[in-house]
């Protein structure tokens, strides 16, 4: 069965970190551009960073820009997203999602218009920032 698996979320303070995990299983993510993707309450879901298949180029949303990174272990099969410097307005549930795409223009497509390659979602994590 073909699944990613989000963890890692939970409370944490403004300025505090936390590291999430996106495990796949049933494939390999070799050849996938993966991304982290949020949704905050009321709010339409959006990109925060994702990472191609070919040469590891990133991209970041700008709200997170210097704060998140974005990271990829083939041999684990598993993407990560530490997050640090964390702001209220980062509280949400992310979402990690996958895509067979080659290029570094599709997967910063992907990043920016998810709703045009993403149907379905996971359970994903909850990230609260709160004091």
């Known amino acids: 069965q073909v699944q990613l698996v989000e963890s890692g979320g939970g409370l944490v303070q403004p300025g505090g970190s936390l590291r999430l995990f996106c495990a796949a299983s049933?494939?390999?993510?070799?050849?996938?551009?993966i991304g982290w993707f949020r949704q905050a309450p009321g709010k339409e879901r959006e990109g925060v960073s994702c990472?191609?298949?070919?040469?590891?180029?990133?991209y970041y949303a700008d709200s997170v820009k210097g704060r998140f990174t974005i990271s990829k272990d083939n041999a684990e099969n598993t993407v990560y997203l530490q997050m640090d410097s964390l702001k209220p307005e980062d509280t949400a549930v992310y979402y990690c999602?996958?895509?067979?795409?080659?290029?570094?223009?599709?997967?910063?497509?992907?990043?920016?218009?998810?709703?045009?390659?993403?149907?379905?979602w996971g359970q994903g994590t909850q990230v609260t920032v709160s004091s």
């Open positions: 049933g494939f390999t993510l070799d050849y996938y551009a």
């Open positions: 999602a996958a895509k067979l795409i080659a290029t570094v223009q599709g997967m910063q497509a992907m990043c920016v218009m998810p709703r045009k390659f993403f149907g379905s």
């Open positions: 990472i191609s298949s070919n040469d590891g180029s990133t």
